[in-house]
């Protein structure tokens, strides 16, 4: 089946600039996670989602950072008023249950690459 | 928080040799432990998992093991072939959130 998408996969903006990142994950699934994966380093968790809820919002590194998943879908990390140091690659991950030995595998999107100029 | 810590950076070795790749961890509740393989500009994809009532996992070439005592948990990857080089990232996960190791560079040389 298909599985986690993202979109755009590359986004180039200017520095002041307002984006938005698409993550539509697999079909079913409860958990979704929102990661921030600077060049050579691992992924660094932002925000978490089950269903709807966001019930995590700690690694959010400001308050320029707003992710929202209003029907328990698809998912949408905002960034407000870019800055250079925003530049990394967010990833998206999803999976059909938080936790527990069925269906806790995290299963990533591609990414969306982010330059700020 | 937890803190990951992951071992060599980078690692280069001949075709057919083990590579090991070692991870310490901070947290005594963390329970779940994913190891991630990610191709240049590709996605990070799951290749084997370990959870704590376990000390040792197999799948085909790939082993992980675990010691809850030390903190420790370790990639074994035998037989080593060029496309098996990539950067690899362990994980470690309590209630749900993972949090990633810096990953480690594996270069197999043919």
Do not use: M
Not at chain 1, 24 to 32: F, K, M, N, R, Y
Not at chain 2, 40 to 56: A, C, M, T, Y
């Amino acid at each position: 089946g298909a599985g986690v998408s993202q979109s755009p996969r590359y986004k180039v903006a200017k520095r002041g600039q307002d984006v938005a990142l698409r993550c539509d994950p697999i079909s079913g699934h409860v958990s979704l996670f929102w990661y921030q994966q600077a060049l050579g380093q691992g992924p660094e968790f932002l925000t978490y989602f089950q269903n709807e809820a966001q019930l995590d919002k700690s690694g959010l590194p400001s308050d320029r950072f707003f992710a929202e998943r209003p029907e328990g879908s698809v998912s949408t990390l905002k960034i407000q008023r870019t800055q250079q140091e925003d530049s990394a690659v967010y990833l998206c991950a999803s999976s059909l249950v938080t936790s527990g030995p069925r269906g806790e595998t995290q299963y990533f999107g591609p990414g969306t690459r982010l330059l700020v100029l | 928080g937890e803190n990951v810590e992951q071992h060599p950076s980078t690692l280069s070795v001949q075709e057919g040799d083990s590579a090991v790749i070692k991870c310490t961890y901070s947290d005594s509740a963390s329970n779940y432990f994913p190891w991630y393989k990610q191709e240049l500009g590709k996605r990070p994809q799951l290749i084997i998992d370990i959870r704590s009532n376990v000390g040792e996992k197999k799948d085909q070439r790939i082993a992980v093991t675990l010691n809850k005592t030390a903190k420790h948990f370790s990639l074994h990857i035998t037989e080593t072939q060029p496309e098996d080089s990539a950067v690899y990232f362990c994980a470690a996960r309590g209630s749900y959130i993972p949090t990633f190791g810096r990953g480690t560079s594996l270069i197999v040389h043919p």
